[in-house]
């Protein structure tokens, strides 16, 4: 995105800006950095100007655990101040939601109707067995 760009940095410079607890969903994250192999394109690690992390609090616990301070790890460094950043993140999102409803009513339209035309035959070959039955 134009609003990042990927730096390469030592986990020892990263600040966390919150608690990192582990639950049931990140033992695949725990596993991964065990058998070493953990994959930077899987989950991102997105840092604000001053290095505080954003997202990837737990990617970044556990490389400093595994690895120790001196680590290199590549992350995505926000270009912006996070207000602005947010800020035209949300907008984008409401813009893509508004455009999604217009491709998915052109996209789904077809179906419905197809949908439509088949619960009205279905219905009318129903009354028409029911008026042959009480015939």
């Given amino acids: 995105m134009f609003l990042t760009r990927k730096r390469k940095i030592k986990v020892g410079n990263l600040k966390f800006t919150k608690n990192t607890e582990f639950d049931e969903s990140k033992k695949e994250l725990i596993n991964d950095l065990s058998n070493k192999k953990f994959d930077e394109k899987k989950g991102r690690i997105l840092v604000d100007r001053k290095n505080k992390i954003m997202d990837g ?6 490389l400093k655990e595994h ?9 995505k460094k926000l270009l912006v101040h996070k207000i ?4 035209i993140v949300f907008s984008l999102a409401h813009i893509l939601m508004d455009f999604m409803s217009v491709i998915e ?19 009318n070959t129903r009354n028409t067995e029911q008026e042959t039955e009480g015939d």
């Avoid at 120790?68 to 992350?75: A, E, L, P, Q």
């Avoid at 077809?110 to 949908?115: D, L, R, T, W």
């Fill in 105 to 123: 009513g052109i996209w789904y339209t077809p179906k419905k109707i197809k949908n439509g035309i088949e619960k009205i035959i279905r219905r």
């Fill in 57 to 62: 609090h737990h990617r970044v616990h556990l």
């Fill in 67 to 75: 690895y120790g301070d001196d680590h290199i790890v590549t992350v």
């Fill in 84 to 87: 602005i950043y947010y800020a």
